[in-house]
């Protein structure tokens, strides 16, 4: 069954000059903002405020998303401090900003930030052209290259992605985000120890990263040591308690380890922070259609929750198919459940995967339904 990975947010670097007032210059009352505002730093001034304190700047090209308002300053959570609007300039208005700038003075900044404003828009193919645009003309930025990456990434150019996050980790070693997106992607190709020692750099940077561990609690799981990555997960979610992929990822974890109650509770806490993941869902669903543990079982939970689970797909999968044919198979509904596997085995071909579904079918057909062998 599939354990969820996390991405990482985008950062970049900028041109504009606006001006910064004081926070204590704004005297209205705070109010919520929903949905949340969001918008991309254009000042290389921009001063995060604490109450009347300034804590530091914010990099111009840093995408932010607001949460509270107080007249002209904005809350982001990320930085947890307040951002004044006029070094700002709004998502949806980003592209014509910096569009603007380029008529007036075509910068290798110009075309990145606009790159950053089509990522963050979701226009891909227009993010990739401004980011080699800002490259040709000289950008030879740490950012610019991992912004690339993400670019190729998203448009599923694998290799080009990696090239570019280990250029974006040449040219700045400390590049949290670099080393996270490279270690995904060294996982996607099984090179397991290498995306490890990514892994590791970054929480030899960021040492209360909660993403950093949650990744390499993943580097772990994939060599096998369960209970390593336990203790990764376990870290992930001291630094941040809300943390749901690293919830779903230690139950993955603790069934391997044959904790199936605490897997139970584990599953539950992802499901109540973010209740429509489907690769929660699935793999919740797996546990307690197939548990060796009968106590753990629940069959109607588990045809619940895989049905959510495949509605929230846009196409048929075969692993969330061959869930729902274990679970309709643990309460009994056999016709369901191989017209379910029928259908999962349809994509599978061959291969060894489809083997074990094979294996699950003929137990249908049987009306015996499916149990793991604890180890």
């Not at 804590?55 to 401090?81: C, H, M, S």
């Not at 030899?204 to 060599?223: D, Q």
């Not at 209970?227 to 376990?234: C, G, M, P, R």
């Not at 079918?361 to 339904?369: G, I, R, V, W």
Request: hydrophobic fraction near 40%.
């Amino acid at each position: 069954m599939s354990a969820f990975l996390q991405g990482i947010t985008k950062v970049g670097v900028c041109t504009a000059v606006l001006v910064v007032c004081s926070m204590a210059a704004a005297d209205d009352g705070i109010r919520d903002l929903e949905p949340p505002e969001e918008a991309i730093v254009v000042s290389p001034k921009t001063q995060l405020m604490r109450g009347d304190s300034a804590e530091g700047t914010v990099p111009p090209g840093q995408l932010l998303a607001f949460i509270k308002a107080k007249g002209d300053w904005r809350y982001n959570p990320e930085f947890r401090g307040w951002v004044n609007v006029r070094d700002v300039v709004a998502l949806d208005k980003a592209v014509d900003y910096f569009s603007s700038l380029i008529d007036k003075q075509a910068t290798p900044a110009a075309f990145h930030h606009r790159g950053i404003a089509y990522a963050a828009l979701g226009q891909w193919e227009e993010s990739l052209a401004d980011i080699d645009e800002a490259i040709q003309r000289g950008d030879t930025s740490s950012f610019v290259f991992y912004n690339r990456g993400l670019a190729h990434l998203q448009l599923d150019q694998r290799d080009e992605a990696l090239k570019d996050f280990t250029q974006s980790i040449t040219l700045n070693p400390e590049n949290l985000s670099a080393l996270l997106e490279r270690g995904n992607l060294l996982i996607e190709q099984e090179h397991n120890e290498a995306a490890l020692k990514d892994f590791d750099a970054a929480i030899a940077i960021a040492p209360e990263s909660a993403v950093a561990h949650n990744h390499r609690g993943i580097g772990l799981r994939m060599l096998g040591r369960f209970e390593e990555a336990e203790a990764e997960y376990t870290k992930a979610l001291k630094f941040s308690p809300q943390y749901s992929e690293a919830y779903a990822n230690r139950a993955y974890v603790r069934c391997g380890l044959g904790t199936y109650p605490a897997a139970v509770e584990d599953y539950e806490a992802a499901l109540k922070l973010s209740p429509n993941i489907p690769e929660f869902l699935n793999d919740y669903a797996w546990l307690l259609a197939t548990c060796s543990d009968e106590s753990v079982r629940n069959g109607q939970r588990a045809v619940e929750l895989s049905k959510q689970a495949c509605e929230l797909l846009d196409e048929d999968d075969p692993d969330f198919l061959d869930t729902l044919g274990a679970a309709y198979a643990r309460i009994g509904e056999f016709d369901e459940a191989i017209a379910a596997t029928v259908r999962a085995l349809k994509f599978l071909g061959k291969s060894e995967a489809a083997a074990n579904v094979v294996r699950r079918l003929k137990l249908y057909e049987n009306k015996e339904p499916f149990t793991e062998v604890s180890e």
